[in-house]
């Protein structure tokens, strides 16, 4: 270096006794890994600096703790909005990752020279604002502005130029054969980065000019000026690094910078660059990251294909070929498909024979994909998509250590969830909760507090098992992007309680509706927040004191009625939310028959649905001890009677208050029969007689069970349906169509063969017998509670929560 001249004089690369070493790579490429180590190796530098944000200089030693197990990511966020972040990931074969290690293995210092993440997301909110700005202009004025309709949209791929410049269609293919399955030549570790800089100094001189350009390994075409901007602050950096140090300073960088840091620019032209840049207040720390998330498939633009073949070819000692399809025999077994050694060996033997055959140096992914599709795959791509999925993406998530900086709701979460024997996990899991275990209970508690604060480490699932209130099921997957949420959540709270608890009362202040309100006191008796729950009871009847919307209230009350079950199996006070929902039960009580007056088809469905969410709201309300069971239902069915016979209420809800008494036993079959025969008369519009049908056997509510056990019933409707004039039933059809499909196949081809068999075969259940084989016309109590054993087993049922057997409506069904 002379003066203020570049970094080298003279051409060529830099050698062992230089200035700078310059080792140029591909971001997580083990080929790049292994010709980074082997050089370092070989020159042994004084320095070691690496592309990545210089706040993270101070965490470089975490990397030596024997905690650390990659891959792992490097997280910078905005100290005032933690949302705003950046992740600089790195895997076991990453080139940086290496360079990384072997500089704290050797004692040799070690530092990040990028452009300081305080820019970078300072930067990356500037442009946010830019396009929201170009986004009101082009929506005010109709037209994108002439400033952003010039910008050229180059997007250029060095490797996909280089791969064509060979001869090759497949960049991916042709980076694997010249980098990934050769080593050093002659024993000359610097000979692969002399070759690539060449080329893409040959490269980035086609490119000057053309605005954008796009580094080696991104995938994403970053613009000129942040290009330059980058690249200056890392030319200072290195020239720091030599008036430090006397012996080389090696430097590993993407090798798209490379051209430019041995470019000769001075050291004003550089700093000029840089001025007035943004800034932002950040905070960094090292994060767990997964292979999925390398992928590029995930969204990451420097992600790559294959991240678990990649970690697969740098970690095998040896015969890479035989130890991965070793491997994928393994994955096939554990999914009872016959795989054996020799399926295992004639595939080594078809991928060897691919590659020859293809002109490759060994088999790559793309042989051993082929051989595994027709060996042990028997052709199908269906097991193959699985061997994808689980190792050559892969779903290996790292670890970081205790000590590595975190936000205090961080620390409090690792401390609750390792408490609880609760491992975050990059795949997707099942875990089933009992709820009477005081372990199950405080995971349970933790997810439900962490999915408050918008923290989805865990989503509720329906169990396979009992639906009673003390089993929970989850699905649970941790992400990167999760680490993030959790600085966000920072801000209400240092304990993962204390910011539920802080977050559930902003959150009722700000609800827009009651629905919203009632589920957030749901989920806050389901997260045991019992400093939430006052406020926000206190929200919940002000909110329901005012709203006269009935749609509102009978939204509102099924998760209401659902808190008050909570409570009971997790020994909250619930008193309060009981007396709520009686009230809002009343005031649905009131306000629904007028409400349904006058509605068209969909007002129509969804009063439906109203109805169905509060007839089972109250069954469940009137089990509650603050309620009055007997005064509640009393109420409730007349109502219900109301609905069924009131003019200008429409068919469909009519018809499902009839079919809701009758299920309730509060109205006779008989009735029923009458109450169909009235309205399925000639009298009534087939459109209207068609709505009450699908009232009363329609929505999912087991009436063409129903129609096969009363064949009263079916007769009814069979003989409307055979009426209808041939100039209205194409109206009714799709009402009908859409009633009778959601009939299991089982129901539909019974009621058939019943429909086939004509009315005279046919009698009645409730009067004669069904005519059909097995059904009898009358109730086997007897033979009923003799099943009771093997329903509670398969309810996962104790003898403590099984229906008293004295109870001789129906015993066990209505449980």
């Known amino acids: ?167 090759h269609d497949d960049p991916e293919r042709w980076w694997e054969d010249v980098v990934e399955h050769r080593g050093a030549e002659d024993g000359d570790a610097l000979a692969p980065f002399t070759a690539l800089e060449e080329a893409m100094s040959a490269l980035r001189e086609t490119e000057t000019g053309s605005g954008t350009g796009t580094e080696p390994g991104t995938g994403e075409g970053s613009g000129r000026d942040r290009d330059l901007v980058r690249e200056a602050y890392m030319r200072l950096q290195v020239r720091a690094a030599q008036r430090e140090f006397e ?46 998330r390398l992928s590029r498939s995930s969204g990451y633009g420097a992600g790559i294909e294959s991240p678990g073949w990649y970690g697969h070819l740098f970690g095998a000692p040896d015969r890479p070929v035989e130890r991965w399809l070793t491997r994928v025999a393994g994955v096939l077994r554990e999914e009872d498909r016959s795989v054996s050694s020799a399926h295992v060996i004639e595939a080594v033997r078809l991928a060897e024979t691919l590659a020859v055959m293809r002109g490759r140096p060994l088999p790559g992914l ?127 709270g240092t304990t993962v309680l204390s910011a539920a608890t802080a977050r559930a009362e902003a959150d009722a202040v700000t609800a827009q509706g009651l629905a919203d309100v009632t589920a957030l006191a749901e989920r806050c008796l389901l997260a045991e927040l019992p400093d939430a729950l006052p406020p926000v009871m206190r929200i919940l009847a002000d909110r329901a004191a005012l709203d006269m919307d009935v749609g509102h209230l009978a939204q509102a009350l099924p998760a209401l009625v659902r808190s008050l079950r909570y409570g009971d199996v997790r020994g909250t006070d619930t008193g309060a939310l009981a007396e709520v929902a009686a009230g809002l039960a009343e005031r649905v009580f009131v306000g629904l028959p007028p409400a349904c007056a006058g509605l068209d088809a969909d007002a129509a469905e969804e009063m439906r649905r109203h109805v169905d969410a509060v007839h089972g709201a109250v069954g469940l309300l009137g089990d509650a001890p603050a309620a009055d069971h007997g005064a509640l239902r009393s109420r409730w069915r007349t109502v219900l009677r109301t609905l069924s016979a009131r ?57 063409g069970m129903l129609l096969l056990h009363d064949e009263r019933l079916l ?44 009315p005279e075969s046919r009698g009645s259940v409730t009067t004669t017998g069904s005519g059909i084989p097995g059904f009898g016309a009358g109730l086997a109590t007897g033979r009923a509670e003799a099943v009771l054993p093997v329903v509670r087993l398969l309810l996962g049922l104790d003898e403590a929560e099984a229906p008293d057997a004295d109870d001789n409506d129906l015993v066990g069904v209505d449980a």
């Open 247 to 292: 012996r080389a300073v090696a430097v590993v960088c993407g090798a798209w910078h490379v051209p430019a840091l041995r470019r000769r620019a001075t050291v004003a032209a550089d700093r000029a660059l840089l001025k007035g840049l943004p800034r932002a207040k950040v905070d960094m720390t090292w994060v767990p990251w997964t292979h999925r």
């Open 715 to 758: 007769a009814l409707v069979d003989a409307w349906l055979t009426g209808v004039p041939g100039e209205t039933f194409t109206d009714v059809l799709p009402l009908l169509r859409r009633t009778f499909s959601a009939y299991e196949p089982g129901v539909r081809r019974s009621l058939g063969e019943l429909i086939r068999r004509g």
């Open 366 to 492: 793309s042989e051993t994909t082929d051989a595994v599709r027709a060996v042990m795959c028997e052709g199908s791509d269906v097991p193959l998509a699985l061997v994808h999925d689980r190792l050559v993406v892969g779903d290996v998530l790292g670890e970081v250590p205790a000590g590595a900086p975190a936000v205090p709701l961080q620390r409090d979460l690792d401390r609750t969830r390792r408490r609880l024997r609760l491992k975050p996990e990059a795949s997707e899991r099942e875990l089933e909760l009992d709820l009477r275990k005081e372990t199950d209970a405080g995971r349970s508690r933790l997810l439900h507090r962490l999915r408050l604060l918008g923290v989805g480490w865990g989503e509720p699932a329906a169990s396979r098992g009992s639906t009673g209130t003390f089993r929970e099921t989850w699905r649970l997957r941790w992400e990167p992007e999760l680490s993030v949420r959790v600085a966000e959540a920072g801000v209400w």
């Open 647 to 703: 003019g200008g209420v429409p068919g469909v809800v009519r018809g499902r208050a009839v079919r809701l008494l009758l299920d309730d036993g509060a109205l006779a079959p008989e009735e029923a029969a009458r109450l169909m025969a009235r309205v399925l008369s000639p009298g009534t519009p087939p459109a209207d007689a068609a709505a009450w049908i699908e009232g009363f056997v329609g929505g999912g509510s087991g009436g």
């Open 1 to 167: 270096m002379t003066g203020n001249g570049g970094l080298l004089d003279g051409a060529g690369t830099a050698r062992a006794g230089g200035d700078v070493l310059l080792l140029g790579v591909r971001h997580h490429g083990p080929g790049s890994a292994r010709a980074v180590r082997a050089a370092l190796e070989q020159t042994r530098p004084a320095v070691v600096l690496i592309e990545g944000p210089p706040e993270a200089d101070s965490l470089i030693p975490l990397a030596a703790d024997e905690d650390m197990r990659p891959p792992v990511a490097l997280l910078a966020h905005a100290v005032e909005e933690p949302g705003r972040s950046a992740f600089w990931p790195l895997a076991e074969f990453s080139p940086e990752w290496v360079a990384l290690r072997w500089a704290l293995e050797h004692d040799v210092p070690a530092r990040f020279i990028d452009l300081p993440a305080t820019h970078t997301l300072a930067w990356q909110e500037q442009e946010q604002e830019q396009e929201l700005e170009t986004a009101r202009e082009e929506h005010a004025t109709g037209r994108r502005p002439e400033a952003a309709a010039a910008l050229p949209d180059v997007r250029v791929d060095p490797l996909a130029a280089l791969a064509e410049a060979a001869g």
